[in-house]
Structure formats: C-alpha cells, structure tokens
C-alpha cells in the first residue's frame, strides 16, 4: 500500500504470482496504520484472495 500522489489517495497492490491487482482506497494521507491494514485487508478479500497480514507493507 502506497500514496499515489497523482490522485491523492492510497493505492492498495495485490500481486499474485504474475498478477498485479491495484485498487485505489480512499483513506485521507494521514491515516494511521491500523486503518491502512483493514483497508489492504478488505480490498484483498473483496477481489477474492486470502491474506497473509505479515505480508502488508506500508510506504508513505
């Protein structure tokens, strides 16, 4: 998860493999960590994967 500073709001990417899913979250910039994971954690579980919360990095 990292802030896409073109559209001002987080940008969450999923890579599977070969495959790279980006999904754009609308958390303010300044959210904290927890709120970040839950987000990664949703969008994660709404394209239809599992996840592997050790696996969340986080670049501001």
Do not use: F
Not at 28 to 41: G, V
């Amino acid at each position: 998860m990292s802030w896409d500073t073109s559209k001002s709001n987080w940008l969450v990417r999923i890579q599977s493999g070969e495959e790279v899913i980006r999904r754009h979250c609308d958390l303010p910039q300044n959210a904290d960590e927890q709120a970040l994971r839950a987000a990664a954690q949703k969008t994660v579980v709404d394209e239809g994967y599992e996840l592997d919360s050790a696996a969340v990095s986080i670049k501001r």
